[in-house]
C-alpha cells in the first residue's frame, strides 16, 4: 500500500533506528521502534479507491463518520450552497482528502486558529482550517478541511486556478480532524447521520 510523503518524517527515523537495534541483537528495543514506525505509516495510508465516473455525483472528500447533516449556515446560503455535511475522522481513519466534484479551485484560504476537538460544534468556526470551493461550471461546492485536537497541520497540494477531477488526491490532514461540504439545494442527498464513508468512492448527493 502506498504512503503518503508527509508520513515519511515520521516513519523512516524510528524504521531506521529500529532495523539498527536489531542488526545490533537489540531485539526488544528494536521491535519497539519498528513498531513506532508501523504506527504513522497506518495513519498516512494511501489506498486506490474506485472513483465513480459521473459527473453529476458529489463523491465524500474524507473517510469518516457523517457527524452531522444540517442546513448551511447564512453565510453559505447566500453563496447558494444550503445544506452542510460534516464528517469526522478517527485516527484511524485514512487522512487523505479528495475532491467531492471535478471542476476548478475557484477559491483557496487558509484560517490559523484553534484546536479543539474536531466533533465539537465550535470546531468549524474556531479551528485552524483551509477553505476551498470547486466550480464545475455550473455548481460551486465549498468544503474546510479542519484541524482537530491532535491534527496541527491541515495541507492542500493544489492551488487556486487548478483544475481538479472527481475523486482527485487534493491534500491531507494530519492525525485526526474533521472535514466540512457545503452544497448547492438542487442536488438529493444519499447519505444520512452516523453513516461511514470513504473519501472519493462514497456518493454524499446527486446534483439534479
Not at 497541520?153 to 490532514?173: A, F, M, P, Y
Amino acid at each position: 500500500m502506498r504512503i503518503a510523503c508527509e508520513g515519511l518524517p515520521f516513519i523512516i527515523p524510528p524504521l531506521g533506528i529500529g532495523i539498527f537495534l536489531l542488526l545490533w541483537g537489540l531485539n526488544l528495543p528494536g521491535l519497539l521502534f519498528l513498531i513506532l514506525a508501523l504506527i504513522p505509516a497506518f495513519f498516512f495510508r494511501d489506498p486506490n479507491r474506485n472513483i465513480p465516473q459521473d459527473e453529476k455525483l458529489i463523491l465524500s472528500p474524507a473517510d469518516g463518520k457523517i457527524l452531522k447533516i444540517a442546513p448551511a449556515p447564512q453565510e453559505e446560503k447566500a453563496k447558494g450552497r444550503e445544506w452542510m455535511v460534516s464528517i469526522f475522522l478517527s485516527l484511524f481513519d485514512v487522512h487523505i482528502n479528495r475532491s467531492p466534484i471535478g471542476g476548478r479551485i475557484t477559491e483557496l484560504k487558509y484560517i490559523p486558529g484553534r484546536f479543539l476537538p474536531a466533533f465539537k460544534k465550535e470546531a468549524s468556526e474556531f479551528n485552524e482550517r483551509n477553505i476551498v470551493e470547486i466550480d464545475n461550471g455550473e455548481d460551486t461546492i465549498c468544503f474546510h478541511q479542519i484541524a482537530g485536537i491532535l491534527a496541527r497541520r491541515v495541507v492542500l497540494w493544489k492551488e487556486r486556478g487548478d483544475q481538479v477531477n472527481l475523486g482527485e488526491k487534493l491534500g491531507i490532514i494530519k492525525f485526526g480532524s474533521r472535514v466540512d461540504l457545503f452544497l448547492p439545494g438542487n442536488m438529493k442527498l444519499r447519505v444520512k447521520e452516523g453513516q461511514r464513508v470513504k473519501g472519493g468512492s462514497s456518493i454524499i448527493g446527486e446534483l439534479k
